[in-house]
């Protein structure tokens, strides 16, 4: 059967026919005494940022303006470093600068690769690619960090030696990344591939594109957190020092 050149276009009634099961599940969470507001309330909030953010992605992707895409770029690594350190609210001021430069260069790095080598974008900027896969970069290397400094302040707060330390919060930032590795084709079919299925491509080609978007978020969570660890190792030895001597 040959494959469709183009995706059926989601009308509003087709759009509220997805709501069905969610407002069954919703009727479980009442039914069973659980946080129904709550869900109700992230769905909602689900809706209005993903309708807000089609509007507004529509007028950047036809801006082509580069000068609006570097701000938009360097917005996304503020935030990303931002929600990254909320494991860590005394520190996120202390810490954000290393997270920001871990981010940029990290994540930075692997998307200038990804997108002037493997995919050889011109211009650089042409918003429709550059800011999923910054999305996806930068995200990933959010996770990364997050967990990272989370475990590394875990583990000197048990007195473990910093390289050991180090050690382990490098080996809890990998653990997501590597898992959707072993997992990918055999549990899951990643958004991107599945997306470009959905939309008529042929999956050879699809899984040509997943592989590169694959190779980035292993890249980019790694090389994130390696890039943090070294950064603020003095400002983490600080931090647990004058820790540690408040609580003798």
């Not at 946080?35 to 082509?64: C, E, H, P, T, W």
């Not at 609006?68 to 990303?80: G, Q, Y």
Request: charged residues 10%; aromatic residues 10%.
């Amino acid at each position: 059967m040959p494959m469709n050149d183009t995706l059926q276009m989601i009308s509003l009634v087709d759009l509220s026919i997805a709501f069905i099961p969610v407002v069954i599940a919703l009727a479980f969470l009442y039914l069973w005494s659980l946080n129904v507001k709550q869900a109700s309330y992230a769905l909602s909030r689900m809706l209005i940022q993903l309708l807000f953010i089609g509007y507004a992605l529509s007028y950047i992707f036809y801006s082509d303006n580069v000068w609006l895409i570097t701000s938009i770029l360097l917005a996304m690594v503020s935030i990303s470093c931002w929600i990254a350190l909320r494991t860590l609210p005394e520190y996120r001021l202390v810490l954000f600068k290393q997270g920001f430069i871990a981010i940029l260069c990290g994540g930075g790095f692997t998307l200038l690769v990804i997108s002037q080598g493997a995919l050889s974008l011109k211009p650089w900027y042409q918003a429709q690619v550059i800011i999923p896969l910054a999305g996806m970069i930068f995200a990933t290397a959010m996770n990364s960090i997050s967990l990272s400094a989370e475990r590394i302040f875990s583990e000197l707060d048990n007195k473990t030696p910093y390289p050991i330390a180090r050690k382990q919060a490098l080996n809890a930032a990998t653990i997501p990344v590597i898992n959707s590795l072993f997992a990918v084709g055999l549990v899951s079919l990643p958004g991107m591939m599945t997306g470009q299925i959905l939309s008529g491509i042929s999956p050879l080609i699809a899984v040509r594109y997943q592989i590169i978007v694959m190779c980035m978020i292993f890249a980019s969570a790694i090389l994130s957190a390696v890039i943090f660890l070294l950064l603020s190792e003095k400002t983490i030895k600080k931090i647990i020092k004058k820790k540690h001597s408040t609580q003798v």
